[in-house]
Each structure stands twice: as structure tokens, then as C-alpha cells.
């Protein structure tokens, strides 16, 4: 063990600067701190409530009134609960309003930039520091983050807290740090378990000093950090109402899977192995016996589709069999040679068998784990990601040729490469949110990365430029990888929103209060928990059913919204039949400007998007999204006392025009 463990450390040079900021330093970052707090501050209230906001304005409203964070279904919402009550605390120090509702997120965001500063000096001297402080502080998306009565920038600022802890205990070998940082990642846990993806941190301390008791320190840490998320996660699924059934069609799904793809016989694979040896044997067996079987397993996984885990092996066995000696380049182009031509062969097999699309065949290739996940954080930063993955094939390079690399390379691996890949294999294509705990290392990474590039390229660039100039030459290097972090483009809508970029849930609830509706009219709404916030009550949900069976549970024998106990309607037909029944008023429909993609299609699937179409409905509103409609069917002229009373999708024997109670928790 403590062999293999030198051996590793050995191949590691530790960057620590270990330089403190002067008193110059410390008012640049006071700066900065202050430029982010007035960033996030400013737009605050800008609109209203959008997104995922819904699901933290209801509980804590419900805690706000009666003291239990409750949501308007009736079941206790578990996540983020810290959070709620410092979103109940601002509401009684400034009032229920959207600007209140978000204020702690606000706060947070500031606290993330000084974290910020504390984590980035492990690798970071100063001035490159402070370029990675105001990349936080001026984040398009940290900012929108800031901006949100959501976790996710607890989240991150819990990640960061984390880390900075762990480089404590690095620093200090004090034990006291790491069982802080244990206790942190378990409060941040509560705030997402997406947390957990970070306790990798936990073998840095170990792997990079070659100390086994500081290894088996880390081991333990990452045991009871896994213990946390078990404990609290189970909890969570406890409170969770999800009950879903074969009775409800399924959601539609998230795999890298071709509509028609053929089955794969498991007999090929297994026919395929020897020769698969013989070629990787033939192609590197100069190299060691390791090189071999990796290549081996690589044209094995290809053949069972798993194309980016075989890349993987290919690039693992390049570098273990480099460190061998020069490689056989003829051998190796043969054997790339078959690769690709098993690649073509397969992509025409499915062609040919109209397995998909292109794209969804090359999909289906790729397969487990996904690389969706690398996709998602790079919408952060291209830049950030650019410069960490360059900077990590730098370092396979170096590895290769028997060279030491910096350590940033294994945090990079520790903080962003293993977490994306275990999200890909949990998930083929992760919305961007879900990558969110690593973006905080990916940005450290990336500083690091281009701090070390920087270095090799200041010999070249000290030869010409003047002694005097060298300093400034280095800190303008560290501000135009700021700013390309940054993209000052995006700057003004992230700062100043306006509904040009979000929904206006808000205003549409506003113009139906306005018209006062009658107690006989029905409200049905495709964003029925917003609107439940917002107008008190919501008679219908309306969605596609297939898409809304995720988010749909059973009460006394009816399907309902898990949140709001909303019936559903489901379909096109449904919504003709409430046109038709007699014994209602008006119905006011309240559309979503939220997922647009492509146009709502999905959400208004299965006939609902052409019914609303249909002469019966009448466009009242267009909200200032552009986008967030109101339409209008007028009550009957004649009511038929006799008509049958109409039944939503699960609804039961709940008749027409009688209103769902407003829920304990929703405003009037």
C-alpha cells in the first residue's frame, strides 16, 4: 500500500503557491466582492416567479403562515428546508413579494464569491486568484442563480465551503477541518443531494502526499459523507409522494436509445473476444500485458455500443504502454483502422435495419456512460471547459512521457471528470442545473490550467518584454481569461432581467384576477402550481399526459398533481369534453411561456395544442414574455340541468365549476 501510494504521489507536482494577498490584493477583492453584491442585487425583483421557484415559494409560504413547511397537497417538502426558513425571514423582515423570496439566495451569491477567493488560493497566486474571484462575482449564470428562490446556488456555494475546508486540512493536517468539512457537506447536502458528487475531494490530501494515514482520513470522511446522503436521501423518498403506476403511461424516456434499434445477440461479443485479443497482442504486445487487455477491452465495449467507454480504454492503454517506450505506430494505425471501420459497419447496420435518425443511432453508439453531462457544463463556460480539457490532455502528454503534471490535473479529475461520468451513467441527457456542483472546480481547474500555460509561455515572453513589464504582462493574461470566462455579452441580461428572457407567469395571473371570475368559472392552467401561488386555486392542470405522469400521484382513488392535488387534463379530447358539458361558466386556460423549445409541442401533445386552436378558444392576453397566453371559453347560453357532469383525466366524480378549496398555503 504505501508503495503504490508513493507511486502515485510521485507522479504529481504540487503548485501550492502559498503566497498571501497584501493590503493592494484585499482591497481589489473587497472590489469585487462589492461589484458581484451589486450584480446580483440590482435586477432582483425585475419578474416574477419562473422555473422551479414554485416549489420553494409554496412551502415556505405554508411554513411562513402555519409553521410547517407543507406544500398546498398536503405533504411536508424536504428539501432545502434551511433555506425556507431564511426565505420565511426575509418574508417577515420585507414582506411577501418576489423580491423577498429571493433575497437569501442574493445573499448567498456574495458569500459564493469570497469562498471563491479562499478555495482558488490553493493553486492561485493572488492577481490570478482575483481573476477567478471576478469570473465568479460576474458569472452570467451564478448571477441568474442569485437571482432565484432556488438551492442550486446554495448548492455551489456549500461545494465550494466544502472544498475550501479540505484544502484546510490539507494545509494544516489538522483533523478538526475534515470532520468540518463532513458536517458542511452534509448541511449542503440537505440543500441538494447533488453534493455528494464533491466527496471525491476527500482522497486529494492523500493521493497527492503519499501519506496512507491521511488516505485511510479521506476514506473515512468520503464513508460518512456516503452515510449522510443514504440517511437523507432515503428520508426524502420518504416524504415524496411519487406513486406512480402502470396505470399512467410512461414519461417520455431519457436514453441514448434509436426508436427501432435491433436487439444485440450476446453471442457476438463473446465470439469476438479472442480475436479482439489477438489484434490488441499483435498491435502493442511490446508494450506490456496491461496495453493489451486494455485495447482488448475497448474493441469489446465498441462492440457492445458503448463507444465512449471504449475510447477511454484506448486513450488508458496509449498512455500506460507510452510510458513504455515509443509506440508501434503502423501496429496502433491498424488497429484504430478496425475500430473505425466497426464504427461505419454498425452505423450501417442500423441505417440499414431504420434503427433512427443519424443522430440518435450515434447515440445509441455511444452509449453508458453518457457524455451529455461534459456537454451541459460546458454551456457555463466553453471557455472554462476548452481550457480544463486542454489542459488535462497536456497532462496525459506529459504522463505519457514519463513527466510529472501539476496537481490542478487530478482535482480536475477528482472534482469534475469522475462526478460528469458517474451523472452520465445515472443519466443520459442531465439538464445543465444537474452538473452545477462541478462547475466550481471545473472554474478552479480551469484557472489553474491556463496559470500553468501562462508559466511555460512567460520564458517566451519575457525574453522580449521589458522587467518592469513582466508583472503587468502576466496580470493582463489573467484578466483576458477572465473575461473570455466571463462573456461580458451576456453581462446586461443577467444583471438587468426582464421577461424578454423569462416567463410572465405573474402578469397572466394578474389579468385573470382582474376579471374577477365567477365562483361557477374554471381556471385551468398548464403551470398549475405557479398559478396556485399566484391566484390561490387552479381547477385543472393541463399537460400532456405522458409528460405529466412523473409528477402525479393517486389521492382517493383519482390521479392529481403530486404538489397542488390539481386534476389533470390530459389530452386534446378531455379538454373538448369540459367545452361541452353545460352546467359551468367561463373557462379561463392560462398558458405557460416556460419550455419553448419547441414550441410546447411535447407539453401540448396528444390533441391539446389543436384544441386550443379550435374556434371555442378566444385569446385574451399575450403576456410581455410574448409568449405566456390567456385564452377564454365563454360559459353556455343554455345550460342543460341534465348534462352529464364532466370528469378530468383521474378526476374522479368532481364535477364542473365547483371549485377546489384554495389550499392552506396559497395566497388570496
Keep these: ?25 484585499l482591497l481589489a477583492l473587497a472590489a469585487i466582492v462589492a461589484v458581484g453584491a451589486f450584480v446580483r442585487f440590482w435586477g432582483l425583483g425585475n419578474v416574477g416567479l419562473h422555473g422551479d421557484e414554485k416549489t420553494m415559494v409554496l412551502p415556505a409560504l405554508h411554513l411562513l403562515r402555519y409553521g410547517t413547511p407543507d406544500m398546498p397537497s398536503g405533504f411536508l417538502y424536504p428539501r432545502a428546508v434551511a433555506q425556507l426558513y431564511l426565505m420565511v425571514a426575509s418574508a417577515r423582515a420585507f ?53 432565484t428562490a432556488r438551492m442550486y446556488v446554495f448548492l455551489v456555494t456549500g461545494v465550494t465551503g466544502f472544498i475550501a475546508l479540505v484544502f484546510a486540512w490539507e494545509r494544516t493536517g489538522r483533523n478538526a477541518f475534515l470532520l468540518a468539512a463532513v458536517l458542511e457537506m452534509g448541511v449542503s447536502m440537505e440543500f441538494h443531494t447533488l453534493s455528494i458528487f464533491a466527496a471525491w475531494m476527500c482522497f486529494l490530501p492523500g493521493l497527492l502526499s503519499g501519506d496512507r494515514r491521511k488516505l485511510w482520513w479521506g476514506a473515512a470522511a468520503f464513508a460518512l459523507i456516503a452515510l449522510e446522503f443514504l440517511a437523507l436521501n432515503h428520508w426524502i423518498g420518504l416524504e415524496y409522494p411519487h406513486h406512480m403506476e402502470t396505470s399512467i403511461p410512461a414519461a417520455v424516456p ?9 436487439q444485440l445477440d450476446p453471442l457476438w461479443p463473446l465470439l469476438a473476444a479472442l480475436p479482439a485479443v489477438a489484434l490488441s497482442w499483435f498491435a502493442i504486445r511490446s508494450r506490456g500485458l496491461l496495453p493489451v ?10 462492440l457492445w455500443r458503448l463507444d465512449h467507454l471504449a475510447i ?10 507510452r510510458r513504455a517506450g515509443p509506440l508501434p505506430a503502423k501496429r496502433l494505425a491498424l488497429y484504430l483502422g478496425v475500430c473505425v471501420l466497426l464504427a461505419l459497419a454498425q452505423v450501417g447496420y442500423l441505417w440499414a435495419h431504420r434503427a433512427g435518425t443519424l443522430s440518435q443511432i450515434l447515440g445509441l453508439l455511444l452509449g453508458w456512460p453518457s457524455v451529455r453531462a461534459f456537454m451541459e457544463i460546458s454551456r457555463w463556460s466553453v471557455a472554462a471547459m476548452l481550457a480544463a480539457a486542454c489542459g488535462a490532455a497536456a497532462a496525459l502528454w506529459r504522463l505519457a512521457h514519463r513527466q510529472r503534471v501539476p496537481d490542478h490535473v487530478l482535482f480536475f479529475a477528482l472534482g469534475v471528470w469522475i462526478p460528469l461520468l458517474q451523472i452520465g451513467w445515472f443519466r443520459w441527457d442531465p439538464a445543465p442545473r444537474y452538473t452545477e456542483a462541478q462547475v466550481m472546480p471545473l472554474l478552479i481547474a480551469a484557472f489553474a490550467s491556463a496559470r500553468w500555460a501562462a508559466r511555460a509561455l512567460a520564458g517566451v515572453a519575457h525574453r522580449w518584454a521589458a522587467p518592469a513589464r513582466r508583472p503587468a504582462w502576466g496580470a493582463a493574461v489573467a484578466t483576458i481569461f477572465c473575461l473570455l470566462i466571463i ?28 376579471l374577477h371570475p365567477k365562483p361557477d368559472d374554471i381556471i385551468v392552467a398548464e403551470d398549475a402550481v405557479m398559478q396556485t401561488y399566484y391566484l390561490g386555486h387552479v381547477d385543472y392542470w393541463l399537460m400532456n399526459k405522458e409528460v405529466a405522469a412523473e409528477f402525479m400521484h393517486k389521492v382517493d382513488g383519482r390521479w392529481v398533481d403530486e404538489y397542488t392535488n390539481t386534476p389533470l387534463i390530459g389530452s386534446g379530447r378531455q379538454l373538448q369534453r369540459l367545452v361541452a358539458s353545460r352546467d359551468r361558466g367561463a373557462i379561463y386556460v392560462i398558458g405557460s411561456g416556460e419550455n419553448m423549445q419547441d414550441g ?12 386550443l386552436k379550435s374556434p371555442a378558444f378566444h385569446l385574451i392576453f399575450v403576456g410581455r414574455d410574448g409568449l405566456t397566453d390567456v385564452w377564454k371559453v365563454n360559459a353556455p347560453k343554455h345550460p342543460l340541468e341534465a348534462a352529464a357532469p364532466f370528469t378530468a383525466y383521474g378526476a374522479g366524480k368532481r364535477a364542473p365549476g365547483t371549485a377546489a378549496p384554495p389550499p392552506a398555503a396559497a395566497p388570496r
Excluded at 3 to 25: A, N, Y
Excluded at 105 to 121: D, K, M, Q
Excluded at 600 to 611: S, V
Design 1 to 25: 500500500m504505501e508503495r503504490w501510494l508513493k507511486g502515485v504521489s510521485s507522479l504529481f507536482e504540487v503548485t501550492d503557491p502559498r503566497t498571501r494577498g497584501d493590503r493592494g490584493t
Design 95 to 147: 414582506g411577501v413579494s418576489d423580491w423577498a423570496w429571493r433575497f437569501p439566495s442574493a445573499v448567498c451569491g456574495v458569500l459564493l464569491i469570497a469562498l471563491t477567493w479562499t478555495a482558488g488560493r490553493r493553486f492561485l497566486e493572488p492577481r490570478w486568484n482575483l481573476a477567478l474571484t471576478a469570473a465568479v462575482a460576474l458569472l452570467p449564470g451564478f448571477i441568474a442563480d442569485a437571482q
Design 254 to 262: 431519457n436514453a441514448p436509445r434509436a426508436p427501432n434499434a435491433p
Design 293 to 302: 487487455a486494455l485495447l482488448a477491452a475497448s474493441l469489446l465495449a465498441q
Design 312 to 321: 477511454l480504454l484506448i486513450v488508458a492503454a496509449l498512455v500506460v504502454a
Design 487 to 514: 462573456d461580458p455579452a451576456q453581462l446586461p441580461a443577467a444583471v438587468d432581467p426582464t421577461y424578454a428572457h423569462y416567463p410572465d407567469h405573474k402578469g397572466a395571473a394578474e389579468f385573470v384576477e382582474s
Design 600 to 611: 410546447r409541442k411535447l407539453m401540448r401533445g396528444l390533441g391539446i395544442a389543436q384544441e
